[in-house]
């Protein structure tokens, strides 16, 4: 018993000092750097030019690093055994200017390297000959370099990839075989915002393990036959903002198991154009923002899961009685069209409806009874419409049934009121009520379709400010120069603040039966749907920045360390004699320090 309790002792000793020397002595007492402890190794975050004489530094004693970040550091090239004793899991090496890595920049990392990341650098293609012994590497991200079209195998051998990101760059057209020896294994290939004009279909073809397909932002007019084929994991597709008009038939194989598609911003005309019967598994379809003039009966018929469709931002006039019926439809966004009158059959046999948006239409009337039927109902958006008036029981719904009918011309009458709880007429005391300020007795015209702009693509190659692990503020090395460039583009944001509930009776001769209404939970559920995340790996970026200010691009002066200085302006680079990396000459302008290549 008292050699277990010895044996225990001796093993909690040893493990404790082990933990408390995972970082270095010589980081503590320097701010180039961050070093957060962990029981499977530290992670350490380098910003600036000194990065590199920092791993030089751990270079000299064999230790196991969870995560390795060198970010901002001018380096241009990566020479061979770069990280030799380090086991390093996670490396990031983004924010550089690295254009060549050496075929043995990796070497010492084969069996330990699971997760790279070289984003917002100027590599020209897929460094192949460095990754080709990565055996055990998971996660790369080569996003926002200048890599252009993909004209060979792009792994030379069969690498275990689940996550490959090659977003922002300049790639038109891939090889048949790009990715032939990561076909076994790859679950998310991310190509948004490149040149491509089709779907890569023979380059993915026979991706069994594939889940996530993303090629937003592109140039593809049409989904050909055969281009989603033998894909028997695909679960989403998103091809937002390209020129897509057409889904052939066939495009897609038969037993596919696809659940969420996502082709807003694109140039369908008629949803016969979707074929979409294809897609018989599909839980959520977006067909947002594109030039969708009506939706026939017997389109969604055979999507037996169909839950979600959002219709928002097209130039739809008319939708046939029962278009939706017989589909357990859960939400239908519908705002932004042309519709002018909702008919008491138009949502016949959607029963399992819960959330409606006809906003920003032309509507005038609503017949009565047209959604007493839906008893799953508890929030409608008749807003921003030209009712006048409400005919008896054109709202008729459940007791849960909220309506809203704010900036309706029948706000401006005694009677008016804006939205309908259940039974009671609430009237918002604090609504702005701007159509009551036009001439909205004379407004006979609808306008087709209305002039809204789709929201364009996120900028990719921007640099994201996070806050430090550190529980200490770092402060910012004298010899690193922030220089703000333009400013951050402003992303326009859909913001509806929920307006107070004001328990007064003035202004109305109708008697108004007054009830507290929980506008939290009401202005929550009527919320548009939002996209899911673009990928199915969630992001592991969460770089720490030596100041929380807004993203720019910065200027770096030369450090006082002997590799990092330069013995003239005119050396275009300069490389110490112990370093593995080949750093860019320090300049004084933002053009030539801090330019980053963004793509269309």
């Not at 409400?390 to 704010?406: E, H, K, M, N």
Request: aromatic share 6%; glycine share 4%; with cysteine.
């Amino acid at each position: 018993m008292l050699l277990k309790f010895i044996f225990v002792v001796l093993c909690i000793t040893i493990l404790s000092s082990s933990i408390k020397g995972i970082c270095p002595d010589f980081m503590k007492n320097q701010t180039v750097c961050t070093c957060t402890d962990f029981i499977d190794g530290p992670i350490i975050k380098c910003f600036g030019p000194e990065g590199p004489t920092i791993v030089d530094k751990l270079k000299k004693k064999p230790m196991e690093i969870r995560e390795l970040a060198i970010e901002k550091a001018n380096i241009i090239e990566i020479g061979a055994r770069a990280f030799k004793n380090l086991k390093i899991k996670k490396l990031v090496l983004d924010n550089n200017k690295i254009k060549l890595i050496h075929p043995d920049a990796f070497k010492g990392l084969e069996n330990v390297l699971v997760d790279l990341s070289i984003n917002m650098n100027k590599l020209s293609s897929i460094p192949t000959n460095a990754l080709e012994h990565l055996k055990v590497l998971s996660i790369l991200s080569i996003r926002c370099n200048m890599i252009s079209d993909i004209k060979d195998i792009a792994f030379k051998s069969k690498l275990n990839l689940i996550d490959l990101n090659l977003s922002c760059n300049q790639i038109c057209s891939i090889h048949d075989d790009a990715f032939v020896n990561v076909k076994h294994s790859i679950q998310n290939l991310v190509l948004d915002q490149n040149c491509l004009k089709r779907v890569p279909g023979k380059s993915i073809n026979n991706m069994t393990n594939l889940i996530g397909l993303h090629m937003k932002y592109n140039n593809i007019k049409k989904i050909e036959k055969g281009d989603l084929t033998d894909l028997q994991s695909l679960n989403i597709i998103t091809a937002t903002g390209n020129k897509i008009e057409l889904i052939e038939q066939g495009a897609v194989g038969k037993n596919n198991s696809i659940k969420y598609i996502y082709l807003g911003d694109n140039a369908f005309t008629k949803l016969e154009n979707c074929n979409l019967s294809n897609f018989k598994e599909v839980e959520v379809i977006d067909l947002s923002y594109n030039k969708i003039t009506e939706v026939p009966a017997n389109v969604f018929t055979q999507l037996e899961h169909l839950q979600h469709l959002n219709l928002e931002a097209n130039a739809i006039r008319d939708i046939s009685n029962g278009a939706f019926d017989g589909i357990p439809l859960l939400l239908l966004w519908l705002p932004h069209n042309c519709l002018s009158m909702i008919s008491a059959s138009m949502f016949k046999g959607a029963l399992f409806l819960r959330q409606v948006s006809l906003a920003h239409n032309n509507i005038h009337i609503v017949q009565p009874l047209s959604f007493a039927h839906l008893a799953n109902l508890h929030t409608l958006d008749l807003s921003f419409n030209k009712i006048k008036n409400l005919q008896p029981g054109a709202i008729d719904g459940s007791d849960y049934l909220t309506v809203r009918l704010q900036e309706n011309p029948m706000v401006c009458s005694q009677d008016g009121f804006h939205v309908m709880n259940g039974h009671d007429a609430i009237n918002l005391t604090t609504e702005p009520n701007n159509i009551c300020k036009t001439e909205y007795n004379h407004d006979f015209i609808d306008i087709c379709p209305k002039k809204i702009s789709a929201p364009g693509p996120q900028p990719c190659c921007t640099q994201k400010v996070s806050k430090p692990t550190t529980t200490t503020p770092i402060p910012i090395k004298k010899k690193t120069k922030l220089l703000l460039s333009t400013p951050k583009p402003k992303v326009k944001i859909l913001d509806m603040q929920p307006p107070q509930v004001v328990p007064d009776s003035a202004g109305s001769n109708m008697h108004i039966k007054r009830r507290k209404f929980n506008m939290e939970r009401f202005w929550r559920l009527s919320k548009r749907p939002t996209e899911p995340l673009s990928g199915m790996t969630k992001s592991t970026e969460t770089t720490p920045e030596p100041k929380s200010v807004d993203e720019g691009k910065f200027v770096s002066v030369p450090g006082e360390h002997n590799e990092l200085k330069s013995t003239s302006l005119t050396d275009a680079k300069r490389k110490s004699n112990d370093s593995n990396f080949n750093l860019d000459a320090p300049v004084s302008t933002i053009e030539k320090d801090a330019h980053v290549a963004l793509t269309a």
